[in-house]
């Protein structure tokens, strides 16, 4: 089995909510046979090289490819 492999960056926003982020496109993704394989957080820094927040998140989703 072969498949094909689809990244996609979200970034987060902050509302009155708290953190949101548009995830709209991946039930659309989901519909087109992708699944979320994994998400690896985006953490910022400060000035002084620390983490100090997640900002968003890494998304990798696979399929598998059609083949001839």
Request: proline share 4%; with cysteine.
């Amino acid at each position: 089995m072969i498949f094909e492999y689809m990244d996609k960056m979200v970034m987060f926003q902050d509302t009155p909510e708290g953190l949101t982020a548009d995830m709209a496109w991946l039930k659309e993704a989901g519909e087109d046979g992708w699944e979320l394989v994994t998400s690896v957080p985006l953490i910022a820094p400060n000035r002084d090289g620390i983490a100090y927040g997640t900002v968003g998140c890494q998304m990798i989703l696979k399929r598998s490819k059609q083949t001839q």
